[in-house]
Each structure stands twice: as structure tokens, then as C-alpha cells.
């Protein structure tokens, strides 16, 4: 079986990659390289021994995608690509909306022009919205997004929902993850943001490597059990695990399926420090500062049915995570840039 990655370049979509390689899929990449090296392919390459047909395409061009579909024999899609920086999201919300909506149009079309039928999405937990009790379970109400970004994860599960209501052949997993950290343990592939992170785990490593002095705690006044924000830390490798089980469970079934991927386990970010310091025995310096806009205090997965419907469930605790992140910060101080 052929499965095609757009985005597959990416943080996720790399690891998933070397996860359907090792189990013996085909895989294709369609990637425009706006947040992610050609590098990523020599590196899967190295760890798994097989290398990725790779299309370097805008996926939201349908010529350049119809390609794609007519050289390869495509049976499933997993559809990463699209724009992620919740901030950014905020102060340039058209470039959110045409770039992850049009992607996500035009693969529908071409996957209905050559009869391919199973998506696997990356949603994402933030489709639960403000106002959702914790823990999460996927049979909740969604919306009420705090942010275009969320609102294009929203929008493209309600395209998808229609779009299998429309043909019965179609077959939707809409996994919506919780917060992916952590590497491949081989330290040749990993989360590589472009100038400052936003996200807290590649923040610690560039404090860690030296790279930035000390990290910023956004606001200890939280209703959380010391103040800091907690949330759902999930190794990206057993994320990419989620997704095989999910090309499995696509080929075998028809209609769509909520699933969330995330441990059922939340921590903080004095948690995730200390986890990190003890993990590799380094100091992280902190200081506290005020909350960041649209931070929510506490969220995490029920993550029982991803268990039920894949047998799926997290392997890897935080320890790992942060040695991982490490492992490959340590081994790549400038990412992917040689
Ligand atoms: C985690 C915690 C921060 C940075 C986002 C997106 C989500 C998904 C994952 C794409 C929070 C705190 C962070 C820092 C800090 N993205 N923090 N100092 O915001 O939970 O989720 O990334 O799919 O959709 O919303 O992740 O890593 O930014 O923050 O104190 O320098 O760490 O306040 O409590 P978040 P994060």
C-alpha cells in the first residue's frame, strides 16, 4: 500500500513516515518546504534504509497534486500540511484560512478523481475549545475555538464530515492530538521551529543547548495544582504509532472517526522543567512571567477509545520525551540547517 504525507517534511509527519516505512508501506511526501528542510529525507532515509518518493509542491495547487495522484498508485492520504503558529494565526487569519482549507478542498477532489478513500487528519485538541470540561472525550461538543488556527482544524472536520456523509466509500479518522514532543531516539530527526519557539518543549532545549538564556513560565496563578499551565505532553513517536494503527483502521471500516491521541495524563510546566532537568541533568533557568494571550489553564485526553478502536495507547512517558527532545537538540543545535 501507497499512503501520501502532505506536510510529510514536517515534525509529525517525519516520524510518522519512518513509522510506515518500518512497517512496510510505501510512502509518498508532498511538501512545500515553508516549515520544513529537504534534509528530512536524507534523515529518514538513514534511520529506516528506505527513502520517500518526494514531490516538493504547494498541496493547494491541483495541478502539481493531480501529478502526484497519476505517478503514484495512492491508497490512503495522511493530510498534515497546513499552517500551525496559533499566534500567527491571530494577526494573519486569511493565510490561515485559504492555505489550510484549500489544501484540504483540493485533495478531496483529486482523492474523488482517483477513487482513493481513506484520510487520516491531524486535528488537533484545541477543537474542543474554551469552555470544554476536563478530560476531553471525543463525543463532546467542538467549537468555540480561541483562534483561526483552531477554527481550520474545526472547519476541515466538518468538510470531512459531509464530505463521507456525501460517499459512503470514504473513509475519515479525524485524530485530534494533544501536545506532541520528543524525537525519534535516534537523534536524526525532531522539532526544528523557525526563529524563536513558541511551543515550550524546543524552548527548553535552546536553554538547554545555551542557545536562549532562560525560559519564560507564562503565569503561575492558574487554578492548577502549582499554578502553571498543564497539559496533555505526548512522545510524537508513539503519535506516528497512532497513525499506523490509523491507515490500518481507515483500509478496514467506512464513515468517520473523532479520535484523540494523548496520554490521559496532564503536567505542568514546572513538571515538564524538572522532568527535563532530572532526564539529562541539566539546569534549566526560568522566570516567571505573565499569561499568554488564549492560554487555557488545564486540558487533557480521555484517551480510552483511541485503546478501544486501535488498541492504542502511549508507551513513552515525559522522561522520555525530554530526553529525546534533547538527544536531538544536543545532536542538531542549529535543526536541520547545516
Ligand atoms: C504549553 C504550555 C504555555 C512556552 C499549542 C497549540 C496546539 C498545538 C500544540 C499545533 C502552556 C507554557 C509555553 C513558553 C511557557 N499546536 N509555555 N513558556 O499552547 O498548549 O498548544 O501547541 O498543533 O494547537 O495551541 O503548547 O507548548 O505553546 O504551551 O510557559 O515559552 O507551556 O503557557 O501552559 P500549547 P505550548
Redesign the pocket.
Known amino acids: 500500500m501507497n499512503i501520501l504525507l502532505t506536510g510529510g517534511a514536517g515534525f509529525i509527519g517525519s516520524h510518522t513516515c519512518v513509522e510506515l516505512l518500518n512497517s512496510g508501506y510505501g510512502v509518498v511526501i508532498a511538501d512545500d518546504l515553508s516549515n520544513s528542510k529537504i534534509q528530512v529525507i536524507d534523515r529518514i532515509e538513514e534511520i529506516t534504509g528506505k527513502r520517500p518518493v518526494f514531490y516538493k509542491i504547494d498541496v493547494s495547487d491541483k495541478p502539481a497534486l493531480d501529478v502526484v495522484f497519476k505517478e503514484n498508485d495512492i491508497d490512503a492520504v495522511v493530510h498534515f500540511a497546513g499552517y500551525?503558529a496559533?499566534g500567527e494565526s491571530c494577526t494573519k487569519p486569511l493565510k490561515y484560512y485559504r492555505n489550510n482549507l484549500d489544501t484540504t478542498l483540493t485533495l478531496l477532489e483529486l482523492m474523488e478523481k482517483y477513487d482513493v478513500n481513506s484520510f487520516i487528519f491531524s486535528s488537533?485538541?484545541?477543537v474542543y475549545g474554551a469552555d470544554a470540561p476536563v478530560p476531553y472525550t471525543e463525543g463532546m461538543q467542538t467549537g468555540g475555538c480561541t483562534n483561526p488556527?483552531?477554527w481550520t482544524k474545526y472547519m476541515i472536520e466538518q468538510i470531512l464530515k459531509d464530505a463521507s456523509a456525501a460517499n459512503e466509500k470514504l473513509s475519515v479518522v479525524l485524530l485530534r492530538?494533544f501536545?506532541p514532543i520528543g524525537a525519534h531516539s535516534s537523534g536524526k530527526i525532531g522539532e526544528d521551529p523557525s526563529g524563536i519557539p513558541?511551543?515550550?518543549?524546543p524552548?527548553i532545549t535552546q536553554v538547554a543547548s545555551g542557545k536562549l538564556s532562560e525560559?519564560?513560565?507564562?503565569?503561575n496563578d492558574y487554578e492548577t495544582h502549582d499554578g502553571?499551565?498543564v497539559?496533555d505532553y505526548i512522545h510524537v513517536c508513539d503519535l506516528a504509532d497512532g497513525h499506523v494503527l490509523s491507515v490500518k483502521y481507515a483500509a478496514e471500516h467506512k464513515g468517520v472517526q473523532e479520535i484523540n491521541l494523548g496520554t490521559g495524563v496532564g503536567y505542568s510546566?514546572l513538571d515538564v522543567v524538572n522532568a527535563f532537568e532530572q532526564a539529562n541533568d541539566i539546569k534549566i533557568p526560568y522566570a516567571i512571567k505573565p499569561r499568554?494571550d488564549g492560554?487555557l489553564p488545564e486540558y487533557y485526553a480521555d484517551a480510552s477509545k483511541a485503546l478501544k478502536l486501535l488498541g492504542w495507547s502511549a508507551k513513552r512517558d515525559l522522561k522520555a520525551m525530554c530526553r529525546d527532545s534533547w538527544n536531538w537538540q544536543k545532536n542538531n543545535p542549529n535543526g536541520y540547517e547545516y
Open positions: 500551525k496559533v488537533s485538541a484545541t488556527y483552531g492530538y501536545n513558541n511551543n515550550l518543549l524552548y525560559l519564560g513560565v507564562f503565569g502553571t499551565g497539559r510546566v499568554r492560554d
